[in-house]
């Protein structure tokens, strides 16, 4: 068998450009027909089998295929890129401009101005595009003529509207995008700040202040945080399509704050949601510590403090917050306005009471967003901060009062929250076994990681 001579039309056969499919053959034979020979070999009869050679590696050059590409381009529509992955449909993308229309959009597509129209008279989808927003994305797929077949638009993350063509037929229809969750963890150490602390554990400011928002009746994450306070997280997180969409819900959470250690799980279960401490305790307590994000408290509980309007002694029965103007403030419990007024010295001010003989004062807002006699629940907005009345910057005052005696807003004393009971205890422990041994996992690495 001449298999150098084989070897050599093999060869010759793959430089032949055009005709790619004929060379593949060709190389899958000529090897199968050496293997061949080779094993011939070993089985040919003797006293001495002839020691087998093994067969020089020759490298075969395996062509590229081609495959067509589109140069990107702008127009009046806006970035256009034409899909070219062969097999699926070609798609012409167009990303929203800020101050660009519908009309200039389909213009720039040379689609008719009249099957707008009719595409806007659809259904109510198909009339809510005339809402769309600077980076918002457009797809066409035309024929080979160039005439519209069918347009492709995000609603949100989860649903396409699809509009098609079929002669002179034309529909609208929602496809559903597909997105699963998967389960990760991480874990961080403050340094200097919570937030650098999340961005190097990867989590966006979002996870960051959901979080916070977790350990907030427990934590003052703006003058309890310290250097070498941990936290660990299992978290989801969301692909839409095989690409990663964003962070997701946590699960459950550790935080380590001055050497004490505070644990989150989540749990949903009829009427109950919420993230709960092993014993079953809501984190969530009757009372938010602080009623807004502030900067720093500029002066606090004080009965001797000097007013720095008045320049006299005169007691200072709240805490100052100071945030900027504008800021909004939320209700610190669940309770009912009893004042929504204006007045010289607190400007625009709002009371709540609450029960268990509870009153919450709120002062020198720029504005109010409740009413006297309004029912308001936790975390609900009632005003913004501001400067009115006697005061020298933006901030809020506030104040916390149990029957009828002002008491240090910080360092008062909250009801407590009665935990779950019964069958709901029970499927919570169950839900929560797991979650509790994933976190002392990573407590256990983190720490061992910390005295390394």
Do not use: C
Request: proline fraction near 6%; glycine fraction near 10%.
């Amino acid at each position: 068998m001449d298999k150098p001579g084989l070897i050599t039309k093999i060869q010759q056969s793959l430089h032949d450009d055009s005709h790619w499919l004929t060379r593949r053959k060709l190389v899958i034979f000529g090897i199968t027909l050496i293997l061949t020979g080779l094993l011939l070999g070993l089985f040919e009869s003797g006293d001495e089998p002839e020691p087998v050679r093994r067969p020089d590696v020759i490298e075969l050059p395996i062509p590229e295929r081609d495959v067509p590409s589109q140069p990107e381009g702008t127009g009046e529509g806006g970035a256009v890129s034409v899909l070219t992955v062969p097999g699926e449909d070609d798609w012409v993308q167009v990303k929203v401009r800020r101050g660009q229309t519908l009309d200039s959009i389909f213009r720039s597509q040379k689609i008719p101005i009249a099957l707008l129209h009719q595409i806007m008279s659809l259904n109510a989808d198909t009339k809510g595009l005339k809402k769309i927003r600077p980076g918002d994305v457009f797809e066409f797929r035309f024929d080979a003529d160039g005439n519209f077949e069918k347009m492709r638009y995000a609603l949100d993350e989860a649903r396409y509207l699809i509009v098609r063509q079929e002669g002179v037929m034309l529909s609208a229809d929602i496809q559903q995008r597909e997105i699963y969750t998967a389960v990760a963890e991480t874990e961080g150490v403050i340094q200097s700040s919570l937030f650098v602390a999340g961005k190097r554990a990867g989590l966006s400011d979002a996870m960051v202040m959901k979080l916070a928002n977790i350990f907030g009746w427990d934590i003052d994450f703006i003058l309890d945080i310290r250097k070498g306070d941990r936290f660990m997280l299992v978290y989801e997180k969301l692909y839409r399509e095989g690409e990663f969409l964003r962070d997701g819900d946590i699960l459950a959470a550790t935080f380590i704050n001055q050497g004490e250690r505070f644990r989150a799980v989540y749990f949903e279960n009829g009427d109950v949601a919420g993230y709960f401490a092993p014993d079953g305790r809501p984190m969530r307590k009757a009372f938010l510590r602080a009623p807004l994000n502030f900067s720093y408290i500029s002066s606090g509980f004080n009965p001797r403090r000097m007013h720095p309007v008045l320049k006299r002694v005169r007691p200072h029965n709240g805490i100052d917050y100071y945030a900027p103007r504008g800021t909004p403030v939320y209700a610190a419990g669940e309770g009912k306005v009893t004042r929504s007024a204006y007045s010289r010295a607190n400007g625009h001010h709002v009371f709540i009471k609450h029960a268990n003989s509870i009153e919450t004062k709120y002062l020198h807002f720029t504005s109010r967003a409740v009413k006297k006699g309004q029912k308001v629940k936790q975390g609900q907005t009632i005003g913004y901060v501001g400067s009115t009345g006697l005061a020298t910057g933006p901030h809020l005052h506030y104040e916390f009062v149990v029957n009828g005696v002002h008491r240090n807003p910080r360092t008062v004393p909250l009801p407590k929250v009665e935990p779950l009971k019964g069958g709901t205890l029970t499927a919570f422990q169950a839900q929560a076994a797991p979650m509790l041994t994933q976190l002392s996992r990573l407590e256990s690495a983190s720490l061992y990681a910390s005295r390394e």
